[in-house]
Nanobody
Framework: QVQLVESGGGLVQAGGSLRLSCVASGRTFSGYTMGWFRQAPGKEREFVSAISWSGGSTHYADSVKGRFTISRDNAKNTVALQMNSLKPEDTAVYYC???????????????????????WGQGTQVTVSS
């Protein structure tokens, strides 16, 4: 069992930055592929970014590529999402998720699928004003 707790959301003006963090507790964190997803009101949940268990591979949605950076610190059981050049369309609840990948090589296709993930955080609200 893994518990995920996100933090760092808030209100920011367009063009600004936020850094989301997710702390994991429970099972061995380093064996998990970690992902960030988001859901805007009235829309389906969508993939944002994922990172392999080692941190050596990352994957981004086209909509955030070049603006967002995912990272992890296995010693601290944390994964972060640095969000720069934020746009109003980035407004959503952001969720951290964990996929027990058992140290397998990173697969960006499965990493982008919510169905691959076993555990989810409660979400943190990000609001970008124009």
């Amino acid at each position: 069992q893994v518990q995920l707790v996100e933090s760092g959301g808030g209100l920011v003006q367009a063009g600004g930055s936020l850094r989301l963090s997710c702390v994991a507790s429970g099972r061995t964190f380093s064996g998990y592929t970690m992902g960030w997803f988001r859901q805007a009101p009235g829309k389906e949940r969508e993939f944002v970014s994922a990172i392999s268990w080692s941190g050596g591979s990352t994957h981004y949605a086209d909509s955030v590529k070049g603006r967002f950076t995912i990272s992890r610190d296995n010693a601290k059981n944390t994964v972060a999402l640095q969000m720069n050049s934020l746009k109003p369309e980035d407004t959503a609840v952001y969720y951290c998720a964990a996929d027990w990948s058992h140290y397998r090589p990173f697969n960006p296709v499965s990493g982008a699928s919510g169905a691959s993930y076993d555990y989810w955080g409660q979400g943190t609200q990000v609001t970008v004003s124009s």
